[in-house]
């Protein structure tokens, strides 16, 4: 779920997010968060020591949105094939939700990628226990093949970041929108069992 977050604390990381994705972070001080948030300095120093820290602090918590997303999904009673699907397809909209939202931010929380891939790393090790579960259920209600589920849930949700990449670059097209079931059918090709031809 979402970070829990003292009230003061949001609204200055809220705040900080709006200025970041409006002007870039590079463009906006201390003082222009303190302001626009309607907190003093000292409010603001009392929270983060500089902006990097802020920064920091908006990245954790727009990733902890987009778990928390995910963790809904986790917890949803849906045949295994089914759950791994809107998995993934969750996975998906809720980046490029994130990209739409922020902006000029893209070029920092995104780009960024060495800062952005240490806050994450608690993230997707929830999400590949997340990926782990389900593939654990699909393999014993047979609907997946005997895979190994730690290996296989790893290269999954490395599959899946892959995917962010059209929607963090911006190159999304209604081809790619269309074709993103097929993305996610592809991925599971490789670890349901076939359908018995008489069943066809």
């Known amino acids: 779920m979402a970070i829990k977050i003292q009230k003061t604390k949001l609204k200055l990381i809220e705040t900080a997010r709006v200025l970041f994705a409006e002007q870039g972070k590079k463009n906006i001080t201390m003082n222009d968060i303190a302001e626009a948030s309607g907190k003093s300095r000292r409010s ?32 949803l009673k849906l045949a295994p094939d089914i759950k791994l699907t809107r998995h993934i397809i969750t996975h998906l909209d809720a980046i490029k939700e994130s990209v739409q939202r922020n902006g000029s931010l893209r070029a920092d929380f995104f780009m960024d990628i060495y800062a952005v891939e240490r806050a994450r790393r608690i993230n997707d090790k929830e999400e590949h226990g997340y990926i782990r579960n389900i593939l654990k259920d699909g393999i014993e209600k047979r609907v997946f093949k005997r895979i ?53």
């Open 44 to 75: 603001l120093y009392t929270h983060f020591k500089n902006k990097d820290a802020v920064y920091h602090a908006v990245i954790n918590y727009e990733l902890s949105c987009i778990l928390e997303k995910i963790q809904q999904v986790s917890k």
């Open 148 to 200: 190994d589920a730690d290996l296989s849930a790893t290269i999954i949700l490395y599959a899946i970041k892959g995917l962010e990449v059209p929607y963090i670059r911006q190159n999304i097209n209604e081809e790619f929108e269309r074709n993103k079931q097929g993305i996610v059918e592809f991925i599971l090709t490789a670890i349901k069992h076939p359908t018995p031809s008489f069943l066809n």
